[in-house]
């Protein structure tokens, strides 16, 4: 048996979801032999065969191919800045949302940023934004791993806020997906409990659905 | 460009789905040594060495460390652009340009088969604002392909003709993964991913390296095999945040591309390249990519593979490897691209062959929905 390290319990619940094409089941294929078309390209090329090949096949007919399962899970705090502090705690305290506009191009960035990337200068005022917005882009997704939020099937959009510049990346939820088209309006939904994360707002819902 | 710099040698793994006898190091030596031998040069003769390697597919930092016995680079300069292979022969290409040295060695490698693909490429978005939502490379690819679809009214039957013309074409390519024969229903009927990126609209996940050696001029001159050219390079990046850009577009690939044919004196894509290898991660990214390359204008990709002109024996071939879509090694994907188009312009291409190409295009991607774009121009 191939050994494999003592995880914790968590590890259980480690989904190795969405592969997509999963390997076969049973003991692994041994390496395909050169085919014709193979050796051709070889020999036109002058190349020496795959190493293995050169191999004396006996003791590779014998070689369990051996896997080691781990995990990383290394603990980081980010700093997230003077600008987006204030972008979560207007969100956190007063469910207000943000952006910050650059007075050379007028870009009101949503989220908000200290610095334009195109202008390469300090952006200037703070512009409230929303709180609803129109639906730029959409997926409905139908796969299911650990990190998403909600379970498949479920969306995401790409929201204009109104009175800002650029798309806020967000969930959208309690809506009939088969209905979402871009272009729609939408309006944030607020936790209760509210941290100062982008999770303050649970999703974005569209306006007037129910 | 100052001095002409060439490709003198290639090599190629197979791509496959769990190279599971093989070690990254065991991968990168054997792309290696492939292209060693194709370059008639001995590992002494090559002066310095760029890995294409990403520390967090590989599980480890300083990823290029971690495989330089694999490569020869014992008492040489090896540096790692963590990226797309387009981006790591750029690199290498300037350390030679620079006057420093005649000769890179260019070698990418991962294996996807080792991680969770999407917890990795989760991963690439920010942490404070994005990463918490658990969007991945494929539900942010179905934004760009959303808003793409609808402003150019580009169909998903469009887009899975991609899928079956670069499946079909794998069967001629042996390092290939994916050979199938599709039909445009069948592609229609895969299982939905992120809408309207069906199972098979999206690229596999795959193993495998590559390697591409580079010299200046008066080294090429003596190597074996006619030398192919670097006739124009270019590459730009798009902003990061997904919400900054116009996704329907490809702002910065239409800029890589200007300055890559600047250099090579392309007027006329269409007429002047012979084949073009290009980076379909996805089947609407090949009709996308095809418009910001010029090969059609904006909106038109959908027709232009209806046309059947990128098909093998079309006027402008289209991934006659197979494409991503039939192996996608990330980080070595963009290198393959260059390698297949060395041996389509060398005349080794085999089965795949466009006959008489005298001019490539290979393309590479980094990030998210194109965030940006690295474009080879190459010649014999």
């Given at each position: 048996?191939?050994?494999?390290?003592?995880?914790?319990?968590?590890?259980?619940?480690?989904?190795?979801?969405?592969?997509?094409?999963?390997?076969?089941?049973?003991?692994?294929?041994?390496?395909?032999?050169?085919?014709?078309?193979?050796?051709r390209i070889y020999s036109e090329a002058h190349l020496t065969p795959n190493r293995r090949d050169t191999m004396s096949a006996d003791w590779l007919s014998n070689v369990e191919p051996m896997v080691y399962k781990?995990?990383?899970?290394?603990?980081?705090?980010?700093?997230?800045?003077?600008?987006?502090?204030?972008?979560?705690?207007?969100?956190?305290?007063?469910?207000?949302?943000?952006?910050?506009?650059?007075?050379?191009?007028?870009?009101?960035?949503?989220?908000?940023?200290?610095?334009?990337?195109?202008?390469?200068?300090?952006?200037?005022?703070?512009?409230?934004?929303?709180?609803?917005?129109?639906?730029?882009?959409?997926?409905?997704?139908?796969?299911?791993?650990?990190?998403?939020?909600?379970?498949?099937?479920?969306?995401?959009?790409?929201?204009?806020?109104?009175?800002?510049?650029?798309?806020?990346?967000?969930?959208?939820?309690?809506?009939?997906?088969?209905?979402?088209?871009?272009?729609?309006?939408?309006?944030?939904?607020?936790?209760?409990?509210?941290?100062?994360?982008?999770?303050?707002?649970?999703?974005?819902?569209?306006?007037?659905?129910? | 460009?100052?001095?002409?710099?060439?490709?003198?040698?290639?090599?190629?793994?197979?791509?496959?789905?769990?190279?599971?006898?093989?070690?990254?190091?065991?991968?990168?030596?054997?792309?290696?040594?492939?292209?060693?031998?194709?370059?008639?040069?001995?590992?002494?003769?090559?002066?310095?060495?760029?890995?294409?390697?990403?520390?967090?597919?590989?599980?480890?930092?300083?990823?290029?460390?971690?495989?330089?016995?694999?490569?020869?680079?014992?008492?040489?300069?090896?540096?790692?652009?963590?990226?797309?292979?387009?981006?790591?022969?750029?690199?290498?290409?300037?350390?030679?340009?620079?006057?420093?040295?005649?000769?890179?060695?260019?070698?990418?490698?991962?294996?996807?088969?080792?991680?969770?693909?999407?917890?990795?490429?989760?991963?690439?978005?920010?942490?404070?604002?994005?990463?918490?939502?658990?969007?991945?490379?494929?539900?942010?690819?179905?934004?760009?392909?959303?808003?793409?679809?609808?402003?150019?009214?580009?169909?998903?039957?469009?887009?899975?003709?991609?899928?079956?013309?670069?499946?079909?074409?794998?069967?001629?390519?042996?390092?290939?993964?994916?050979?199938?024969?599709?039909?445009?229903?069948?592609?229609?009927?895969?299982?939905?991913?992120?809408?309207?990126?069906?199972?098979?609209?999206?690229?596999?996940?795959?193993?495998?390296?590559?390697?591409?050696?580079?010299?200046?001029?008066?080294?090429?001159?003596?190597?074996?095999?006619?030398?192919?050219?670097?006739?124009?390079?270019g590459y730009c990046a798009d902003a990061y945040h997904l919400g900054d850009r116009d996704l329907a577009e490809c702002a910065a690939l239409v800029q890589a591309a200007r300055k890559a044919y600047d250099m090579?004196?392309?007027?006329?894509?269409?007429?002047?390249?012979?084949?073009?290898?290009?980076?379909?991660?996805?089947?609407?990214?090949?009709?996308?990519?095809?418009?910001?390359?010029?090969?059609?204008?904006?909106?038109?990709?959908?027709?232009?593979?209806?046309?059947?002109?990128?098909?093998?024996?079309?006027?402008?071939?289209?991934?006659?490897?197979?494409?991503?879509?039939?192996?996608?090694?990330?980080?070595?994907?963009?290198?393959?691209?260059?390698?297949?188009?060395?041996?389509?312009?060398?005349?080794?291409?085999?089965?795949?062959?466009?006959?008489?190409?005298?001019?490539?295009?290979?393309?590479g991607v980094n990030g998210p929905c194109g965030q940006s774009h690295c474009v080879w121009v190459l010649g014999v």
């Amino acid at each position: 048996m191939p050994p494999l390290v003592n995880l914790p319990k968590e590890a259980a619940h480690f989904n190795l979801a969405l592969q997509l094409h999963k390997p076969e089941h049973g003991p692994p294929q041994r390496p395909p032999k050169i085919d014709n078309a193979q050796a051709r390209i070889y020999s036109e090329a002058h190349l020496t065969p795959n190493r293995r090949d050169t191999m004396s096949a006996d003791w590779l007919s014998n070689v369990e191919p051996m896997v080691y399962k781990s995990r990383i899970k290394v603990p980081y705090t980010w700093s997230v800045g003077e600008t987006g502090s204030r972008f979560f705690v207007e969100l956190r305290d007063n469910k207000r949302l943000f952006g910050k506009r650059c007075a050379g191009c007028n870009t009101v960035y949503v989220p908000p940023r200290k610095m334009c990337g195109r202008c390469f200068r300090d952006t200037d005022d703070w512009v409230e934004v929303g709180p609803e917005g129109t639906l730029q882009t959409f997926t409905v997704v139908r796969y299911s791993h650990e990190l998403q939020p909600m379970a498949a099937p479920f969306a995401y959009g790409i929201i204009l806020l109104d009175r800002a510049s650029t798309g806020l990346v967000h969930l959208i939820g309690d809506t009939d997906l088969a209905a979402l088209r871009a272009g729609i309006r939408l309006a944030p939904v607020f936790r209760e409990e509210r941290s100062g994360t982008i999770l303050d707002i649970a999703y974005f819902r569209p306006v007037g659905s129910r | 460009m100052t001095e002409r710099v060439a490709i003198v040698g290639v090599g190629q793994t197979r791509q496959e789905r769990n190279k599971v006898y093989d070690t990254f190091a065991d991968m990168v030596y054997e792309a290696t040594t492939l292209a060693l031998a194709d370059a008639g040069l001995s590992i002494d003769q090559i002066e310095n060495v760029v890995s294409a390697s990403n520390d967090f597919w590989d599980g480890r930092t300083i990823s290029s460390m971690a495989i330089n016995d694999a490569c020869g680079s014992y008492d040489k300069n090896i540096s790692c652009v963590e990226g797309d292979g387009t981006f790591a022969a750029f690199y290498g290409m300037t350390r030679i340009l620079s006057g420093a040295y005649d000769t890179t060695l260019v070698v990418a490698h991962s294996k996807g088969s080792e991680s969770v693909s999407s917890h990795i490429t989760n991963a690439m978005f920010d942490p404070l604002y994005v990463r918490a939502l658990g969007l991945d490379a494929i539900s942010s690819a179905a934004f760009q392909a959303r808003r793409y679809m609808d402003r150019y009214g580009v169909s998903e039957e469009q887009c899975a003709l991609v899928s079956v013309k670069n499946h079909g074409n794998a069967f001629r390519n042996p390092y290939a993964q994916l050979p199938l024969r599709l039909t445009v229903q069948d592609v229609l009927q895969s299982r939905m991913l992120a809408d309207p990126i069906k199972l098979l609209d999206a690229s596999p996940i795959s193993d495998g390296a590559c390697a591409i050696i580079l010299a200046r001029e008066s080294a090429a001159r003596k190597t074996p095999k006619p030398p192919v050219w670097v006739r124009g390079v270019g590459y730009c990046a798009d902003a990061y945040h997904l919400g900054d850009r116009d996704l329907a577009e490809c702002a910065a690939l239409v800029q890589a591309a200007r300055k890559a044919y600047d250099m090579a004196g392309v007027r006329n894509p269409r007429k002047q390249l012979d084949v073009v290898e290009l980076y379909d991660a996805f089947t609407y990214q090949e009709l996308l990519w095809t418009e910001g390359l010029g090969l059609c204008g904006p909106g038109e990709g959908g027709r232009l593979i209806e046309s059947g002109a990128t098909q093998l024996e079309g006027d402008i071939p289209v991934n006659p490897s197979g494409g991503l879509l039939s192996a996608h090694t990330v980080i070595a994907a963009g290198l393959v691209r260059i390698a297949e188009c060395v041996l389509q312009l060398r005349g080794e291409a085999g089965e795949r062959q466009v006959k008489g190409a005298r001019t490539a295009l290979a393309h590479g991607v980094n990030g998210p929905c194109g965030q940006s774009h690295c474009v080879w121009v190459l010649g014999v």
